[in-house]
């Protein structure tokens, strides 16, 4: 089935580059998602991609995608405190299906320090 | 913010109770979707509707069932509460299954004790 992996854990200081990557299994992926958690929060959408891009850059984020590795990365730029959050992967595998669930990675807890 | 509403946003509650969950949408989406979220397992697909009393299981339905009778409300009901479903409940909602975005409602924090 389809799996989605990512670090749990980032630590970065304030002012520096943020890269936060993901590995998923299913090749049939047409969009990939990275949503941002903040605590006590729901998930808000950051920014996705789709299957037939490289990159995707939209202000201090940018997505990059290796579709023969299977591998997202996104990197935020001047990471500031207010970047201090969860921040989920998540791949919807199953286009114009019946479900157009979202596979989620398990979340990446990105703190940042002054 | 996308208009969904998730009620109730806290509850404790004990074993062997039924418990429901509301979520209301005023977006008027086809498709939405129950997750839950736990430590170590980011959030998992509890059942979806692809439409009025149109339902289907994730990954994790067990001791769950959800009914859709109308576009704007869908309710997860835990007809015999058990503390492995202590956790924090998500809602969401989305146009299409081609549609780039879901959106989620705020959560409810469950505690069954």
């Known amino acids: 089935g389809e799996d989605v992996e990512q670090s749990l854990f980032l630590s970065v200081r304030e002012g520096d580059s943020s890269v936060i990557n993901c590995t998923y299994t299913?090749?049939?992926?047409?969009?990939l998602y990275w949503y941002k958690q903040e605590p006590g929060a729901g998930l808000q959408l950051l920014t996705y991609i789709f299957s037939n891009m490289d990159m995707k850059q939209d202000q201090r984020l940018t997505v990059l995608l290796n579709k023969k590795d299977k591998h997202l990365s996104l990197r935020i730029a001047d990471t500031q405190t207010g970047d201090s959050a969860i921040y989920f992967c998540?791949?919807?595998?199953?286009?114009?299906?019946?479900?157009?669930?979202?596979?989620f990675g398990k979340g990446t807890k990105l703190s940042v320090k002054p | 913010d996308a208009g969904i509403t998730q009620s109730p946003r806290h509850k404790v509650t004990e074993t062997g109770t039924p418990v429901t969950l509301r979520c209301h949408q005023t977006e008027n989406h086809r498709y939405m979707y129950w997750y839950r979220q736990d430590p170590g397992h980011g959030l998992r697909l509890i059942h979806y509707s692809y439409g009025v009393k149109d339902t289907d299981k994730g990954e994790v339905s067990d001791g769950y069932s959800v009914s859709r009778s109308k576009t704007e409300d869908f309710l997860l009901t835990l007809e015999s509460a058990t503390s492995s479903q202590t956790s924090v409940y998500f809602c969401?909602?989305?146009?299409?299954?081609?549609?780039?975005?879901?959106?989620f409602g705020q959560g409810t924090r469950l505690t069954v004790v």
């Open positions: 299913d090749s049939s992926s047409t969009y």
């Open positions: 969401a909602i989305s146009h299409g299954t081609l549609n780039t975005e879901a959106f």
């Open positions: 998540a791949e919807r595998a199953i286009p114009g299906g019946s479900q157009g669930n979202l596979i």
